[in-house]
């Protein structure tokens, strides 16, 4: 069965520090996509990134980099220079393509950068 | 519109009564998700729809709970006999089948 785990419950870190959040799954599926959000206080649901379980290689947005390892199973997310408007719950959500189309959402981890 | 668009974004209710969350999806987008978020907890799924498809209901916490969606495009859930542990962000999603999720605002329900 699907299963997204984010062990981080909350992280706080200081502004301008690297934070890497971390996400690991579990499907059944061969054909798959890994998904980030981002919720801010606002309380909006912002979609950030993209990956089919095809498609290995890392992505880099700016501040924002994803690290995607099927070995480990694993879609890490990794805020480089952190500011303060990155304080958020983040969720990582995963999608099988050939089991339902249900997503999973892992339980978020909440980021807190201060000044 | 542009985006996911939900009604009312805030809703007070007494216990036992009935409501209707609203859900306008994405034009052209066919599959629609509810999804239910308490404080400071992470998004537990309730019923999704595609296309035409019977929707997967295997979410709804209990027999209260149900959601319809007319003519493949706004969807309504209905929660009745609220109780106050119903209180909680109630958020829709549309999308592409599995493609990217986008999600409203959210209803906000307080069931006292």
């Known amino acids: 069965a699907q299963k997204v785990t984010q062990a981080q419950t909350e992280i706080s870190v200081v502004e301008k520090e690297d934070v890497t959040l971390d996400c690991v799954y579990e499907?059944?599926?061969?054909?798959?996509?890994l998904f980030w959000y981002k919720q801010p206080p606002s309380g909006e649901l912002v979609f950030l990134i993209r990956?089919?379980?095809?498609?290995?290689q890392n992505e880099i947005s700016g501040r924002y980099s994803w690290n995607f390892q099927k070995s480990t199973s694993s879609f890490n997310f990794t805020i480089t220079a952190s500011q303060v408007v990155d304080s958020a719950v983040y969720f990582c959500a995963l999608s099988e393509a050939n089991y339902g189309q249900n997503f999973v959402f892992g339980p978020g981890t909440r980021l807190s950068v201060l000044p | 519109g542009a985006g996911v668009s939900q009604s009312p974004s805030n809703k007070v209710t007494e216990k036992g009564k009935d409501v209707e969350l609203r859900c306008d999806p994405i034009?052209?987008?066919?599959?629609l998700y509810w999804y239910r978020q308490s404080l400071g907890q992470g998004l537990e799924f309730l019923i999704y729809f595609q296309g035409n498809s019977a929707p997967d209901k295997s979410g709804l916490p209990s027999d209260r709970f149900s959601a319809e969606r007319t003519g493949g495009s706004v969807s309504t859930l209905t929660i009745q006999r609220t109780q106050q542990e119903d209180s909680a962000v109630y958020l829709c999603?549309?999308?592409?089948?599995?493609?990217?999720?986008?999600f409203g605002p959210g209803t906000r329900l307080l069931v006292l």
């Open positions: 034009s052209g987008h066919t599959a």
């Open positions: 990956r089919n379980s095809f498609d290995e």
């Open positions: 999603a549309s999308s592409m089948t599995i493609e990217t999720q986008y």
């Open positions: 499907t059944r599926d061969t054909t798959y996509y």
